[in-house]
C-alpha cells in the first residue's frame, strides 16, 4: 500500500488506528536505523522510535501532504534525536561526567555491535562530530541520501549541506589519522 | 607499523548493528500500547533535568542562611546594647563609666576623671588592717 492509499485510509472512520499501525510497520525499521546511527545505543534508539512514532501519532491529524510521509517521518525522528542528544549532553553536564567519555564507553560496550575493529573506531570517529555535521554524514555517508532528499527533511540549503559534509568528512579523516 | 584508515572502504558502510530478537515486531505493539494508555512522551525539559542539582543548591543556600541568621541573632555585640545604655543613662557619662570592654571599667587607675574619687591612702589601710588583723586571718584559715 502507498503512502496515498495509508493516509485515504487513516481519514476513514474508525480506520485511523489500523491506518497507523501500517505506517508503523511500513516505516518503523528504517527509522529505526535512522535514528540507531545518530544515537549509538539501542535503547536510546528504540526510545527515541517510540517517542517519534507517538509524535506522528498526535501530528498526524495536521499533516496536509505537502510533503512526502516519509520526508515528514523523517524529520520528526530526526528533530526527536537531536533534541535528545542535546538533552543527554545537558544530563552530562549537570552530572558533571565528560559526554565524549561517556559516548566513546557507549560504543565500546554496545552489545548490539557486530562491526569489525576498523568499524567501531570509525564509529568512535562519527560520534565524535557535531549532531548537525553527524546527522548529515550519516544520511548522506550510509543512507547515500541525495543532498536534495537531506535538504527537504532537515530544511537547509543544498550548499550548507554540503559544506558540512565536507567538514564532518574532513574532521573523520583526521580524527582516525590521530586514532589509527 | 600504522594501519592506513581509508574512509572509503566499502566494508565501512555497511551496517554494524544489531537488534535483540523479533524486536520489529514489538515496536508495534508497544506504540499501540502507548497511543492506547494515553501515555504521551514525558518532557523532559532543561528544568527536569537540571531540578535535582537546582534543589541542592538552594538547599545549600537556605542552610547558609539559617546558619548566618542564627549567628547574628545569638552571638553577642558590642556596640549596639552599650549605645542604647549609654544615651538613655546619661549620667554614666557624667561619672566617667564610658567604657567599652569589661577589664576597662574595672581599670580605675587608668581613668583620670575617677581615680582621684577612689584613691585609698595608705595609712588608712594600715590602719584598717591592724584593727581587724583577727578577721582577716579567720577568713583566710577558712
Redesign the interface.
Known amino acids: 500500500m502507498d503512502d496515498k492509499d495509508l493516509l485515504a485510509l487513516y481519514r476513514e472512520q474508525g480506520k485511523e488506528n489500523y491506518a497507523f499501525n501500517l505506517i508503523v510497520d511500513k516505516y518503523s525499521e528504517r527509522l529505526y536505523w535512522h535514528i540507531r546511527k545518530l544515537a549509538g545505543s539501542h535503547e536510546d534508539a528504540n526510545d527515541i522510535l517510540q517517542n517519534s512514532l507517538i509524535k506522528a501519532w498526535g501530528a498526524l491529524p495536521q499533516f496536509r501532504e505537502e510533503s512526502r510521509l516519509y520526508t515528514w517521518l523523517y524529520r520528526i525522528a530526526t528533530n526527536e534525536t537531536l533534541t535528545f542528544l542535546k538533552r543527554s549532553k545537558l544530563r552530562a553536564f549537570f552530572s558533571l561526567s565528560d559526554y565524549s567519555k561517556q559516548v566513546e564507553n557507549q560504543v565500546e560496550a554496545d552489545p548490539f555491535f557486530n562491526g569489525d575493529e576498523a568499524q567501531r573506531i570509525f564509529r568512535k570517529a562519527i560520534m565524535k562530530l557535531p549532531d548537525k555535521q553527524r546527522v548529515v554524514f550519516t544520511m548522506r555517508y550510509y543512507e547515500e541520501m541525495k543532498y536534495e532528499e537531506i535538504s527537504e527533511i532537515l530544511g537547509t540549503s543544498v550548499g550548507a549541506l554540503k559544506a558540512s559534509y565536507h567538514h564532518a568528512f574532513q574532521k573523520i579523516q583526521d580524527i582516525l589519522r590521530e586514532s589509527v | 607499523m600504522?594501519?592506513?584508515?581509508d574512509?572509503n572502504?566499502p566494508?565501512?558502510?555497511?551496517?554494524?548493528?544489531?537488534?535483540?530478537d523479533g524486536?520489529?515486531l514489538e515496536?508495534?505493539s508497544?506504540?499501540?500500547e502507548?497511543?492506547s494508555t494515553g501515555n504521551?512522551?514525558s518532557h523532559?525539559s532543561?528544568w527536569s533535568?537540571?531540578k535535582p542539582?537546582l534543589i541542592l543548591v538552594s538547599s545549600f543556600v537556605i542552610i547558609f542562611f539559617i546558619v548566618y541568621g542564627a549567628f547574628s541573632l545569638f552571638s553577642p555585640t558590642v556596640k549596639g546594647p552599650e549605645v542604647t545604655i549609654l544615651s538613655s543613662n546619661s549620667q554614666y557619662l557624667e561619672e566617667g563609666f564610658l567604657k567599652t570592654t569589661f577589664v576597662d571599667f574595672f581599670d580605675f587607675e587608668g581613668d583620670t576623671t575617677t581615680s582621684a574619687n577612689h584613691k585609698i591612702d595608705s595609712v588608712e589601710l594600715i590602719t584598717y588592717i591592724s584593727e581587724n588583723i583577727d578577721i582577716i586571718t579567720l577568713a583566710s584559715l577558712e
Open positions: 600504522k594501519k592506513k584508515f574512509i572502504n566494508k565501512l558502510k555497511e551496517n554494524p548493528f544489531t537488534v535483540p524486536y520489529f515496536v508495534r508497544s506504540v499501540s502507548r497511543i504521551r512522551e523532559s532543561v533535568i537540571a542539582q
